[in-house]
């Protein structure tokens, strides 16, 4: 690595992560981190499912580089004492804006708002219960905040490191489509994509992680397709991140009659097992909007009980709504 290149304790945190950004770019190929044994550590991170590690770690690092006086396992203001600082500061105000502007695999929102360390109010030491999963996350993210604390790595080299993987994995992604779309290119025919490739690049987006708001697209893009056809259309979709009490919405999709705004049917999409639970959240929602819908219809991708479905039938009793599930 490039001495030059090491990001500067005196830098504000804005050119603090741009050269951080530029030193991965440059030694893409090699790890900064030496010795301590943590490279493999930050590759689990920043693969993980749940991206709400990589996020809080850049915004600690940031936050230590920035402020040298700081002691970087005490990110929230509510512990008190010498060295707090507001690590969600940090990740909204320099780390979300840099990881979008470089499109890198983080999570679109600030890590301090996730469920493990938005409850948590403790010191990250070893020993700490954050409470998410999976829980190896939170103890390698604990690990990685110990060894900056105790200086077995220093933190512009682990901030580098951590880039460094998320450049190398938006790359591989990237690759990955490129070859598909070549793929379906190549064994197109002059009739137009064939339906069998069709459904196999949706299976194929649906297997990937993460992909929870294709099937809330493959729906909505159903619907807009038969919608001369079916007579109803499908209302402008919400943000996927939003929840429906902000934005007044009754479900994932809304579907309304042609040339008319008033609903009659709402798509519900879970990517776990729907309980008796969510049809009542449900069936409180249509009662609070103050409308009569035709069907609410829950689309899972696990199995559903007999015991939901007569659950759904007798809701379907006591009101004009006819909910449903499928998976």
């Known amino acids: 690595m490039a001495k030059s290149k090491s990001p500067s304790?005196?830098?504000?945190?804005?050119?603090?992560?741009?050269?951080?950004?530029?030193?991965?770019?440059?030694?893409?190929?090699?790890?900064?981190v030496r010795g301590a044994g943590l490279t493999g550590?930050?590759?689990?991170?920043?693969r993980c499912s749940n991206l709400a590690g990589t996020r809080f770690l850049m915004a600690c690092l940031v936050a230590k580089l920035s402020n040298p006086a700081i002691d970087i396992r005490k990110p929230y203001t509510e512990i008190g004492g010498k060295g707090i600082y507001s690590g969600r500061h940090y990740d909204e105000t320099y780390v979300g804006p840099f990881t979008l502007k470089y499109d890198l695999p983080v999570n679109p929102t600030t890590s301090f708002l996730t469920p493990a360390f938005r409850t948590n109010r403790e010191i990250i030491k070893p020993g700490v219960e954050l409470g998410g999963r999976p829980r190896k996350l939170y103890e390698t993210v604990v690990k990685l905040i110990t060894a900056v604390h105790s200086k077995k790595v220093g933190s512009e080299f682990l901030l580098v490191e951590i880039i460094r993987w998320l450049v190398v994995i938006k790359?591989?992604?990237?690759?990955?489509?490129?070859?598909?779309f070549a793929s379906l290119k190549a064994?197109?025919?002059?009739?137009?994509?064939?339906?069998?490739?069709?459904?196999?690049?949706?299976?194929q987006h649906l297997a990937l992680p993460k992909s929870s708001r294709l099937p809330v697209l493959v729906v909505a893009a159903a619907y807009q397709a038969a919608q001369n056809y079916l007579g109803e259309w499908c209302l402008p979709l919400q943000g996927h991140t939003a929840a429906d009490s902000q934005t007044g919405a009754l479900g994932d999709i809304q579907i309304a009659l042609k040339d008319e705004n008033d609903v009659v049917t709402v798509y519900e999409m879970k990517a776990k097992r729907v309980t008796q639970d969510d049809i009542e959240i449900a069936a409180r929602k249509i009662a609070g909007a103050g409308i009569s819908i035709?069907?609410?219809?829950?689309?899972?991708?696990?199995?559903?009980?007999?015991?939901?479905k007569d659950y759904a039938g007798r809701m379907q009793l006591s009101g004009d709504t006819a909910f449903k599930c499928a998976c």
């Open 9 to 32: 304790r005196k830098s504000d945190p804005a050119v603090i992560l741009e050269i951080a950004y530029q030193t991965a770019i440059d030694n893409i190929e090699k790890s900064p």
């Open 41 to 46: 550590d930050v590759e689990y991170v920043c």
């Open 171 to 180: 790359d591989e992604r990237e690759h990955r489509l490129e070859s598909l």
């Open 187 to 203: 064994s197109q025919s002059d009739s137009g994509l064939p339906a069998e490739s069709i459904v196999n690049l949706v299976q």
């Open 294 to 308: 035709q069907n609410y219809i829950f689309i899972t991708t696990d199995a559903v009980d007999d015991s939901v």
